[in-house]
């Protein structure tokens, strides 16, 4: 019976016990969320791909606020090749595109995961 016991109560520390380990992420990776930036240019457009030759999509207006999620190296745009991707409708769907770094308000986004 004695054994018993001891078997139990060895058994429930080790199950509490990894109940209560922390999940670990990977050496540096750390979480980013999207950020709502402010367009400072009328007519920005939104391209396909982070480059001039891409077609646009779209535009945006100074003011507008689009989410942006991540960003990609591209084509240089007033000596900048940042490219932050968003998001914009077409015919109903939404479609990722890119807007030149040089468009937003720095320092916003900040801190974005590459593509």
Known sequence: ???LSSTLA???LSIIAALATPETSPAGALER???KCRVNA????CR???SLSADAIGEFFVGDTPSF???SIGDAVDGSTVWDRTTKTVGGSVVNCF???TLID???PGNLNEC
């Not at 009328?42 to 457009?45: C, F, T």
């Open 48 to 50: 396909r791909t982070p």
């Open 42 to 45: 009328d007519g920005a457009r």
């Open 106 to 108: 720095l320092p916003c």
């Open 10 to 12: 060895t058994l429930s």
């Open 33 to 35: 969320r999207a950020q």
């Open 1 to 3: 019976m004695k054994f």
């Open 99 to 101: 807007i030149s770094d």
């Open 69 to 71: 999620a991540c960003f």
